[in-house]
C-alpha cells in the first residue's frame, strides 16, 4: 500500500524552528520527486516546496523563500522540511504529497495525513 | 504572477451534471490538474494532464481545458461527490499554483 505518513508538528512561538518528517512506503520513493503543500484552517491548498529525485531541482513559494529548507533521504524513504522563523501566518496543516514523476512539474498523486504547525506565543 | 479563478461555490441536484471552472490566463496552454477534498481529509487527486484520470476515480469525472477555462465535469453527481474542489496548474513564475477552491453542495 503507498503511504505516506507526516510527523514533527506541533506548538511553537514565532520565531522559532520546527522540522517536518514524512516517511513514504509502498513505492519506489527514489523515482518521484515529493512536494509540501500546506492548508491554513478554514483556507485553500498552498504549495510550500518541491524536490526532485535526486535533490538536483528545489522550489520554494515565495512565502517561505529563505526561511525553510527541504530535503530528502532517499535511502531512508523519508523527506523533511526544515522551517525557520517561523511566523503565526505559517499556521496550517502540512501535507506531504507524492509528485507524479521524477521532475518537479506536474501533479500530485498521493497525499498522506498531514500535521498541524501552529505558531503562537 | 499568474493566477487561478474558481467559482467559491457551485450547487447540483443529484443525478445531474456539475461543471466546475478554473479560469486563467491562456489556461489552455498549461496541464490542469483537479483534487477532491472531503471535510477532514486529504485532498485525492481525481483529474490529471487536462483530462487523464487516475486509477479508481470513477468514469463520471472529466476534465477539458482550452482558451483561459479549464472545467472539472462531474457526470452523474451523488451525495458522496459533495466535496471541496481544486484546481492546479505548474507555471514558471508562480511554480505550483492552486486555485481558491469550489464548494460543490449536493441538493
Known amino acids: 500500500e503507498v503511504q505516506l505518513v507526516e510527523s514533527g508538528g506541533g506548538l511553537v512561538q514565532p520565531g522559532r524552528s520546527l522540522r517536518l518528517s514524512c516517511a513514504a512506503s509502498?513505492?519506489?520513493?527514489?523515482?518521484?520527486?515529493m512536494h509540501w503543500v500546506r492548508q491554513a484552517p478554514g483556507k485553500g491548498l498552498e504549495w510550500v516546496s518541491g524536490?526532485?529525485?535526486?535533490?538536483?531541482?528545489?522550489g520554494y513559494a515565495d512565502s517561505v523563500k529563505g526561511r525553510f529548507t527541504i530535503s530528502r533521504d532517499n535511502a531512508k524513504n523519508s523527506l523533511y522540511l526544515q522551517m525557520n522563523s517561523l511566523r503565526a501566518e505559517d499556521t496550517a496543516l502540512y501535507y506531504c504529497?507524492?509528485?507524479?514523476?521524477?521532475?518537479?512539474?506536474?501533479?500530485?498523486?498521493?497525499w498522506g495525513q498531514g500535521t498541524m504547525v501552529t505558531v503562537s506565543s | 504572477s499568474y493566477v487561478l479563478t474558481q467559482p467559491p461555490s457551485v450547487s447540483v441536484a443529484p443525478g445531474k451534471t456539475a461543471r466546475i471552472t478554473c479560469g486563467g490566463n491562456?489556461?489552455?496552454?498549461?496541464?490542469v490538474h483537479w483534487y477532491q477534498q472531503k471535510p477532514g481529509q486529504a485532498p485525492v487527486l481525481v483529474i490529471y494532464?487536462?483530462?487523464d484520470r487516475p486509477s479508481g476515480i470513477p468514469e463520471r469525472f472529466s476534465g477539458s481545458n482550452s482558451g483561459n477555462t479549464a472545467t472539472l465535469t462531474i457526470s452523474r453527481v451523488e451525495a458522496g461527490d459533495e466535496a471541496d474542489y481544486y484546481c492546479?496548474?505548474?507555471?514558471?513564475?508562480?511554480?505550483?499554483?492552486f486555485g481558491g477552491g469550489t464548494k460543490l453542495t449536493v441538493l
Open positions: 494532464y487536462d483530462s
Open positions: 524536490i526532485s529525485w535526486n535533490s538536483g531541482s528545489i
Open positions: 509502498g513505492f519506489t520513493f527514489d523515482d518521484y520527486a
Open positions: 492546479q496548474v505548474w507555471d514558471s513564475s508562480s511554480d505550483h499554483l
Open positions: 491562456n489556461i489552455g496552454s498549461k496541464s
Open positions: 504529497a507524492k509528485g507524479g514523476s521524477s521532475s518537479l512539474h506536474g501533479a500530485f498523486d498521493i
